[in-house]
């Protein structure tokens, strides 16, 4: 293949590349080219950004700062400038990005201008969150129940819904004793999510207990804001359980449900 040819596919490549955003700036920072990629992650045209500065794309804030202008520098004297910033889009909102900019020279080492590479990490936060919550509900059993038990209305509920939103049937009580009763009147429940710290006379762990004496296999899940160790400590959870920190986040919940699950009865 020609050289000529090579350096076409190449620029066809970086043109229509939508994964990261490619800039090329000249010597004085002003935009002269614009990819697909930084279409699709700023939301500038060519015709509405090139000629323009690279400090149009950093927030406000940062332009009065000269933080472009800085960067430019940096890349100057070290050969190559890495780091996370938050830039700005078109229609003002603002994301989280990992940049390259490198100086762009020749064999005799004149200067013509800055390469810029931009990758939206927000956006790829995003997409690992819902490849975990895809790969949780692919795993759900089609007909899993769990019992959630809190004196915490505002917790009872939050829980209640997370885990519907990952594909469980729930059930739900507000004490130990309402729980025994929903054990009761209905059999299928396949795990005990429960408050270890509850008003009453019935306990996380003493309504484990019954629970597992109603239900033999019935897998448990504790949670608690105290520290697993102390309630261990204080007599309130036993050892070697399945157990979740308060406060916790739907990943987290996600993946110790599984896990308890999984786990021996």
Do not use: C
């Not at 990261?20 to 080219?33: K, Q, R």
């Not at 830039?87 to 989280?96: I, P, S, V």
């Not at 729980?179 to 396949?190: F, I």
């Not at 916790?248 to 021996?264: G, H, P, V």
């Amino acid at each position: 293949m020609k050289a000529g040819n090579a350096r076409n596919l190449m620029q066809l490549f970086v043109d229509d590349l939508t994964d990261y955003a490619i800039v090329i700036l000249d010597v004085h920072g002003a935009i002269v080219t614009w990819n697909a990629g930084a279409r699709e992650l700023f939301g500038y045209t060519p015709e509405e950004i090139v000629g323009r500065r690279l400090s149009d794309l950093y927030p406000k804030s940062d332009g009065m700062t000269g933080k472009s202008s800085a960067s430019l520098n940096d890349a100057l004297q070290w050969g190559r400038h890495e780091t996370t910033a938050r830039l700005a889009r078109k229609d003002g909102t603002m994301f989280e990005a990992q940049i390259v900019l490198r100086p762009l020279s020749d064999a005799w080492t004149k200067l013509h201008g800055f390469g810029l590479i931009a990758y939206d990490l927000d956006r790829s936060k995003r997409a690992a969150v819902e490849r975990v919550e895809a790969a949780v509900s692919k795993s759900v059993p089609a007909r899993t129940k769990i019992l959630v038990v809190d004196d915490n209305t505002a917790i009872l509920e939050e829980a209640a819904e997370q885990l519907a939103n990952l594909g469980y049937r729930v059930a739900s009580a507000s004490s130990g004793a309402e729980a025994l009763e929903v054990l009761e009147s209905e059999g299928d429940v396949d795990l005990l999510f429960t408050d270890v710290v509850m008003p009453g006379s019935i306990g996380g762990r003493a309504l484990a207990e019954k629970a597992k004496q109603m239900r033999p296999g019935i897998k448990v899940l504790f949670a608690s804001g105290y520290f697993e160790g102390a309630l261990v400590g204080k007599g309130e959870l036993e050892t070697d359980v399945q157990f979740l920190t308060k406060p916790y986040i739907k990943r987290e919940l996600a993946k110790k449900i599984e896990e308890a699950l999984k786990s021996a009865s």
